[in-house]
């Protein structure tokens, strides 16, 4: 089957300015996640979706950053206006159900942001 | 506060090699455990999931191992290659259904 695909992986830009990410989970499902991942460090969860109703975004920057589902299916995330310490790796996950039971989280390759 | 920390922070081991990663936690109530390889430049794959009533899984070369009652985790990887190389992250779920609290990972280098 066809694994969490997200574009672009690669984008530059400069400090205020704003950048969309986006992401299309595997086919069924249901919750997808979005994380930032920052060098040397391990995943931090933004934003959980089920189906498309959040789950939980507490520690979403919403001043800045926003995510949307509209359709259940694909998402994308926003940046506006970015900082130089949004710099990082955006990873996108999905998985059948709540990632806190036994379902696999499934992995996207990730969008690598610099802003500079 | 519910965290996962894990040891060592890199580690550097010949091929063929055995080598062990640790990881504690304070998550509480617990759900279960999981390891994840991250290879540079790609997301986490998972490599095993254990639930409180498990002491060990394996999965190829990697076996995990859990001790709920005292809250560890350990990561065995046998007769290790060169693409073991990359970043094992574990993870906890602190009960079903929720958000799952990641460790910062050990970076292992498998070297020729």
């Known amino acids: 089957e066809a694994g969490v695909a997200q574009s672009p992986r690669y984008k530059i830009i400069e400090k205020r300015q704003s950048v969309a990410f986006w992401c299309n989970p595997i086919s069924g499902h249901a919750t997808l996640y979005w994380y930032q991942q920052i060098l040397g460090q391990g995943p931090k969860l933004l934003i959980q979706?089920?189906?498309?109703?959040?789950?939980?975004d507490s520690q979403l920057p919403k001043d800045r950053f926003s995510a949307e589902r509209l359709k259940g299916v694909d998402s994308t995330l926003k940046i506006q206006p970015a900082k130089l310490e949004d710099s990082a790796v955006y990873l996108c996950?999905?998985?059948?159900?709540?990632?806190?039971?036994?379902?696999?989280?499934?992995f996207g390759p990730g969008t690598r942001l610099t802003v500079l | 506060k519910n965290q996962v920390e894990q040891s060592p922070q890199s580690l550097i081991i010949l091929e063929g090699k055995n080598c062990t990663l640790q990881c504690n936690y304070t998550v509480s109530p617990f759900s279960n455990l999981r390891w994840y390889k991250q290879d540079t430049g790609r997301g986490p794959v998972s490599l095993t999931i254990?639930?409180?009533?498990?002491n060990t899984k394996s999965n190829g070369r990697y076996t995990a191992t859990l001790d709920a009652d005292t809250k560890q985790s350990s990561l065995h990887i046998t007769a290790s290659q060169l693409s073991d190389s990359a970043s094992y992250i574990c993870v906890v779920s602190a009960q079903a259904g929720t958000a799952l609290i990641f460790g910062k990972g050990t970076t292992l280098s498998v070297s020729s």
């Open positions: 996950a999905s998985s059948k159900g709540l990632a806190g039971g036994l379902n696999e989280q499934f």
């Open positions: 254990m639930t409180f009533s498990e």
């Open positions: 979706f089920q189906n498309n109703g959040v789950v939980d």
